[in-house]
């Protein structure tokens, strides 16, 4: 279930401009190709099965959202070094690392929940991650997905995801710390406010969800903002 790195950043700077969403910001819901093939950048499978035994990082309790706390890692799992289109680079460390073959039983909120009840995903793959951004530390919990089908209708699927999530008060994927991950520092849940983005890439889908480790988050934030959307499908 883990994630191809098949996307260049030149394919993935189009997708920023065309596909990304913002909760409580700015942008559109992801536009429809026509007649172009599924994403091998998203998960895909029969949607059923156990995770992957390569799975690290966090616990294999449910994600009820009142998991028993586990202590953070010692170092990360591994790193990433990401690119934005301005020329940031960024140093993400990944803590927790968790796939998963089916998606609304790792979901919240009734209206999210349904949607990935009545439209099945062909697998979920989250991490919790940190990074740097303007000198502060940010935590990152990044959750990319696949929906079942056949085009054009499996894109109008996955279109109508971001632009369901994206709004307030619809539900999320599960975090990684909802089922007893934790990072390093900063708090032992998502904190809200916090930036949410969603983007959307043929029948995929991949939500960010960003915060300051060391203080309050505005969920508007530019800087969180552009951060969300230059790590799109580059941490598989």
Same mark, same amino acid.
């Given at each position: ?44 499978? =029969?949607?059923?099965? /156990?995770?992957? *035994?390569?799975? !690290?990082?966090?616990? #294999? &309790? +449910? $994600?009820?959202? %009142?998991?028993? =706390?586990?202590?953070? /890692?010692?170092? *990360?799992?591994? !790193?990433?070094?990401? #690119? &934005? +289109? $301005?020329?940031? %680079? ?5 803590? /927790?690392?968790?796939?998963?073959? !089916?998606?609304?039983?790792? &979901? ?129």
């Amino acid at each position: 279930m883990r994630l191809s790195r098949t996307l260049t950043v030149v394919a993935a700077l189009v997708l920023l401009t065309a596909c990304s969403s913002v909760r409580n910001g700015t942008g559109t819901a992801p536009t429809v190709p026509s007649g172009a093939t599924g994403s091998p950048d998203f998960p895909s499978g =029969s949607g059923s099965g /156990a995770p992957s *035994p390569s799975d !690290t990082g966090g616990s #294999t &309790a +449910p $994600d009820t959202g %009142t998991a028993t =706390s586990s202590a953070p /890692a010692a170092k *990360p799992l591994r !790193t990433a070094t990401v #690119t &934005a +289109p $301005d020329g940031t %680079t960024f140093l993400v460390s990944i803590w /927790a690392e968790r796939s998963d073959p !089916t998606c609304a039983d790792h &979901a919240h909120g009734k209206p999210v929940v349904a949607y990935l009840t009545a439209h099945k995903c062909g697998g979920l793959h989250r991490l919790l991650a940190t990074t740097t951004v303007a000198g502060r530390a940010v935590g990152l919990a990044i959750s990319d997905l696949g929906f079942l089908g056949t085009d054009p209708a499996v894109y109008k699927t996955a279109g109508a995801f971001v632009t369901l999530v994206k709004k307030n008060g619809t539900g999320n994927i599960d975090d990684l710390m909802r089922s007893g991950s934790r990072l390093p520092a900063g708090p032992s849940a998502v904190p809200s406010p916090d930036v949410t983005t969603a983007q959307g890439q043929d029948d995929g889908v991949e939500i960010v969800d960003a915060w300051y480790l060391d203080g309050p988050t505005s969920s508007s934030d530019p800087k969180l903002i552009a951060t969300a959307e230059a790590l799109f499908l580059q941490l598989g």
